[in-house]
């Protein structure tokens, strides 16, 4: 496991991490961190509106579970894109239908990882988005 740590690539972007699964957050945190994110963490949907509007241009990507308490993963999606159409949205879920996940692909989510997900396939692809994809922080 040594090895292939040093092969993920992280970077000092801040990252919202939007799961109602408590077992998930701590890892997930950790590992974030360990790999240079700053990582802030939204227990169902209506939290993590809050946070995205309360923290203008500051997240970077947010990484966002489909089913969830309160506001699902798909209303969730929508409103945050309401106020802010470049947002990175990149989905994450083990249950939820290959039409939901397409409707966000193609409404501008940057991506979707079925879970289980390894921490080295999840720093893979947030690291393409956010290369490809990079925020534009604090416009002037």
Same mark, same amino acid.
């Given at each position: 496991?040594?090895?292939?740590?040093?092969?993920?690539?992280?970077?000092?972007?801040?990252?919202?991490?939007?799961?109602?699964?408590?077992? @998930?957050?701590? *890892?997930?945190?950790? !590992?974030?961190?360990? %790999?240079?994110?700053?990582?802030?963490?939204? =227990?169902?949907?209506? #939290?993590?509106?809050?946070?995205?509007?309360?923290?203008?241009?500051?997240?970077?990507?947010?990484?966002?579970?489909?089913?969830?308490?309160?506001?699902?993963?798909?209303?969730?999606?929508?409103? @945050?894109?309401? *106020?802010?159409?470049? !947002?990175?949205?990149? %989905?994450?879920?083990?249950?939820?239908?290959? =039409?939901?996940?397409? #409707?966000?692909?193609?409404?501008?989510?940057?991506?979707?990882?079925?879970?289980?997900?390894?921490?080295?396939?999840?720093?893979?692809?947030?690291?393409?988005?956010?290369?490809?994809?990079?925020?534009?922080?604090?416009?002037?």
């Amino acid at each position: 496991m040594s090895s292939s740590k040093k092969d993920i690539r992280g970077g000092s972007e801040t990252i919202l991490v939007v799961d109602d699964q408590e077992t @998930i957050w701590d *890892f997930l945190i950790e !590992a974030l961190q360990n %790999l240079g994110y700053s990582v802030l963490l939204a =227990e169902n949907g209506l #939290d993590a509106v809050e946070i995205y509007k309360s923290n203008p241009g500051q997240i970077d990507l947010v990484l966002l579970d489909m089913v969830m308490p309160k506001l699902g993963g798909h209303k969730t999606f929508y409103q @945050i894109k309401s *106020f802010d159409p470049d !947002a990175n949205v990149l %989905l994450s879920s083990g249950y939820v239908s290959e =039409e939901e996940v397409n #409707d966000l692909l193609t409404q501008g989510a940057r991506g979707f990882l079925p879970k289980p997900h390894r921490i080295s396939t999840l720093a893979t692809e947030m690291r393409k988005i956010l290369d490809e994809h990079p925020y534009p922080k604090k416009r002037p």
